[in-house]
Each structure stands twice: as C-alpha cells, then as structure tokens.
Nanobody, 127 residues
C-alpha cells in the first residue's frame, strides 16, 4: 500500500507560480508511474502530467505544456509539480497519483490506471 500526501496548494494571483509536493511512502520510484491530476468543481478529474520514472519519460496535457513541470527527488520520496504563469482556469483540487509501471501499453493519462491517490490540495488562482 502506497500512501501519498500532497502539500503546497493555496490562493495565488494570475501569473504567479506555485510548487506542489507529494510525499510518497515508497523506497524507490523505480518501476512506478507518478502523475498529477486535477478536478475543478462540477468537472471530471483530468490529467495534468505524469512521469515514468524508470524510463525518465514525461507526458503533459496541452493545458500544462510550457507552464508546468513534474520532477522528483527519489532520496526524499517526493514528487513535485512546479506551476508557472497560473491562470484562473487552473483553479482545482490537485491530486498526486502512483501506479506500477506496467509498460508502454499502459495509458498514463487515465485516472483509472492509478492505484494510489493522495487526498488532494486546493489551488485557487484569482484574476
């Protein structure tokens, strides 16, 4: 069982930056896929970004490309989401998620493919 805990959310203004953290109860990120998703009120949970740690490959939603960056510190068992140039439409609860990396046939953009989720952290961007 993997436990995840997000932190770093808050209220910011449009154009600001914010870094979210996800502390994971794993010894190593090897063979895991780590992702960030978000859910705005009244909307479905949507993919933001994910990384296949062992392969070092990342995937970004179009809305995140050029503004958000996923990274990880294996020694600290922490995954980060650096967000810049924030927009009001980025307002949502952001969730960290982990899954075993079952190979390239696994879609890392689908929430259903992730086994472990954090409780979420609220990000609110004012205009």
């Amino acid at each position: 069982q993997v436990q995840l805990e997000e932190s770093g959310g808050g209220l910011v203004q449009a154009g600001d930056s914010l870094r979210l953290s996800c502390a994971a109860s794993v010894r190593t990120f090897n063979n895991y896929v780590m992702g960030w998703f978000r859910q705005a009120p009244g909307k479905e949970r949507e993919f933001v970004v994910a990384i296949r740690w062992s392969r070092g490959s990342t995937s970004y939603a179009d809305s995140a490309k050029g503004r958000f960056t996923i990274s990880g510190d294996n020694a600290k068992n922490t995954v980060y989401l650096q967000m810049t140039s924030l927009k009001p439409e980025d307002t949502a609860v952001y969730y960290c998620a982990f899954s075993r990396d079952w190979g390239l046939g696994m879609s890392i953009t689908k929430p259903d493919n992730y086994d472990y989720w954090g409780q979420g952290t609220q990000v609110t961007v004012s205009s």
